[in-house]
């Protein structure tokens, strides 16, 4: 079972930006595609952007088209969420997860995740 661990969460004004990382350990990393989701308080637990086995192909949620950027580093067991142009409404624990090809968590077990606060 792969085991992640999500960091690089803070708190941020907005129009700032975050880098988030997530390692992955336990498992052949390359062998998934992998994505970010995020849960707002009081929210359901939702799809941010997602990236390919290989890191050739991404897809993001509408909400932060043109502002995210999901990275992969295979060798590093690592994938990443370049955060710019922050808005309040990004506020929300940021998770990671291997995805389906419906923008579904794949692993039961979903890390701790990582808390993104914007002020506003």
């Known amino acids: 079972q792969v085991q992640l661990v999500e960091s690089g969460g803070g708190l941020v004004q907005a129009g700032g930006s975050l880098r988030l990382s997530c390692a992955a350990s336990g498992g052949t990393f390359s062998m998934y595609a992998m994505g970010w989701f995020r849960q707002a308080p009081g929210k359901e637990r939702e799809f941010v952007a997602g990236?390919?086995?290989?890191?050739?192909?991404?897809n993001c949620a509408d909400s932060v088209k043109g502002r995210f950027t999901i990275s992969r580093d295979n060798a590093k067991n690592t994938v990443y969420l370049q955060m710019n142009s922050l808005k309040f409404e990004d506020t929300a624990v940021y998770y990671c997860?291997?995805?389906?090809?419906?923008?579904?968590?794949?692993?039961?077990?979903w890390g701790q995740g990582t808390l993104v606060t914007v002020s506003s």
């Open positions: 997860n291997a995805v389906n090809g419906r923008n579904q968590g794949v692993f039961n077990a």
């Open positions: 990236i390919s086995r290989s890191g050739s192909n991404t």
